[in-house]
T-cell receptor
Framework: GAGVSQSPSNKVTEKGKDVELRCDPI?????LYWYRQSLGQGLEFLIY????????KSGLPSDRFSAERTGGSVSTLTIQRTQQEDSAVYLC????????????FGAGTRLSVL | SQQGEEDPQALSIQEGENATMNCSYK?????LQWYRQNSGRGLVHLIL?????REKHSGRLRVTLDTSKKSSSLLITASRAADTASYFC??????????????FGQGTTLQVKP
């Protein structure tokens, strides 16, 4: 079956603009995660969705960042009033359930804020 | 802050040699995973070892876990040029309320020269 799909693969925007990043998880996976990877760095957890439970937003770096997951499937990560330090690769992952399950990653969206 | 620290940060070896990467973490865990990343994009899961396991094998991969030292190692035997990538360890948050959120190390960049 299809893997985790993210769009767009690359996004260039101007400082101050809003951007939306999309993630289509693997069908049937109830858990969805967003991570951010800055140049040459490890992955930084942003937000986690599990079924209909309230999301874990503990990793969001500021209130300019928000995410939704509609119908328990597709998720959108929104960054408002982008700043240059937001430039990074944003990675989405999904797993069958939370806990000990393996996470399957998308190819990521490379965001460049000019 | 990142849970894991990996060393070395970079490793360059000749094809056919073995590569060993180490990971240390700070808090109790339920499991530890290793992921591989090519070209700074999506991550691919390699192997998961549970906290009650000490060693696990998968093909040319061997992972060890020492919970008393809070450390793990990944050994790639008989390396190939295609093994060139970045390798990350990732730990969960531990405890019974584990959400599956992963905490990644900074990664080891492996170069295998043909």
């Amino acid at each position: 079956g299809a893997g985790v799909s993210q769009s767009p693969s690359n996004k260039v925007t101007e400082k101050g603009k809003d951007v939306e990043l999309r993630c289509d998880p693997i069908s049937g996976h109830t858990a969805l995660y967003w991570y951010r990877q800055s140049l040459g760095q490890g992955l930084e957890f942003l937000i986690y969705f599990q079924g209909n439970s309230a999301p874990d937003k503990s990793g969001l770096p500021s209130d300019r960042f928000s995410a939704e997951r509609t119908g328990g499937s597709v998720s959108t990560l929104t960054i408002q009033r982008t700043q240059q330090e937001d430039s990074a690769v944003y990675l989405c992952a999904s797993s069958r359930t939370s806990g000990k399950n393996i996470q399957y990653f998308g190819a990521g969206t490379r965001l460049s804020v000019l | 802050s990142q849970q894991g620290e990996e060393d070395p940060q970079a490793l360059s070896i000749q094809e056919g040699e073995n590569a060993t990467m180490n990971c240390s973490y700070k808090t109790s865990i339920n499991n530890l995973q290793w992921y591989r990343q090519n070209s700074g994009r999506g991550l691919v899961h390699l192997i998961l070892i549970r906290s009650n396991e000490r060693e696990k094998h998968s093909g040319r991969l061997r992972v060890t876990l020492d919970t008393s030292k809070k450390s793990s190692s990944l050994l790639i035997t008989a390396s190939r040029a295609a093994d060139t990538a970045s390798y990350f360890c990732a730990t969960d948050a531990g405890g019974s309320s584990n959400t599956g959120k992963l905490i990644f190390g900074q990664g080891t960049t492996l170069q295998v020269k043909p």
